[in-house]
């Protein structure tokens, strides 16, 4: 039970850093997590635990194992996945499809993590999904249809800031050197500015540097318990044995 709590732990951290855009810290904790579940033979939401990993990589660049993690994450469930895992090994397939310039693809992917979130009600990756829709819409220079995607994207992301950030940053590429539009272009520059300020504040650093110390303080503490009790049964096992 110990094991499973520390890997729900571990798996937490990697979420926290991921969200603030940590992704080597966060892939080390989801990989910290996975060893200890597999060493368990603990399963439940190993699927998302690999998804996550997934995400990370392509964040970092390692496109190739991004892909290997997800489809290994997706293949995991099979045909037991829900649609919020469809959803979200759709959208890390097509982030790294989308690092290797295999657009096509990556249009692929995005499209079905799109209608999947769209019928999970997962809306942080129904708007992820359209942010990168919406570049892809840029990229073919249909800017009418990247606005409109941007548009749903910054509805769907009303209740999570770091989503709703990155279309802001969106917005701002849509509208960069567009003399017309400078209105908009100044509109979310400054609810870039001001959201970015309001997530990524001091205190929350400080937090979660103070939660951080706080866990590995205990997981040594426990570490050292553990090893101490081992050293303490091989003693009694040596004993028993010179005794018979």
Known sequence: KNDQEMSIVLNNFGVVFFRIENYQKA?????????????????IGIERLLINMAQCRAALGNFTEAIKLANEGLATCNNYCSEAIKSEGNFALG??????????????????????????????????????????????????????????????????????????????????????????????????????????????????????????????TAMINHQQRVIELNEELIQKQNIA
């Not at 892939?27 to 399963?43: C, G, K, M, P, V």
């Open 95 to 220: 982030l790294a499809f989308f690092g290797l310039n295999r657009i096509p693809e990556a249009l692929a992917h995005f499209e079905s993590a799109y209608s999947f979130s769209r019928n999970s009600g997962e809306d942080r990756f129904r708007a992820e999904s359209l942010i990168y829709l919406a570049k892809i819409s840029a990229l073919n220079n249909n800017r009418k249809q990247a606005i409109a995607h941007l548009i749903e994207a910054e509805e769907a992301a009303t209740n999570n800031s770091e989503s709703l950030l990155s279309v802001y940053k969106e917005f701002i590429n849509v509208y960069k050197g567009k003399e017309k539009e400078i209105d908009r272009l100044i509109h979310y520059q400054r609810l870039f500015i001001d959201l970015k300020e309001r997530i990524y504040n001091s205190e929350l650093t400080d937090n979660l540097a103070r939660v951080e110390a706080d866990y590995k303080e205990r997981w040594n």
């Open 27 to 43: 892939l080390n904790y989801f990989e910290e997590s996975l060893s200890i579940s597999r060493a368990i033979d603990y399963t």
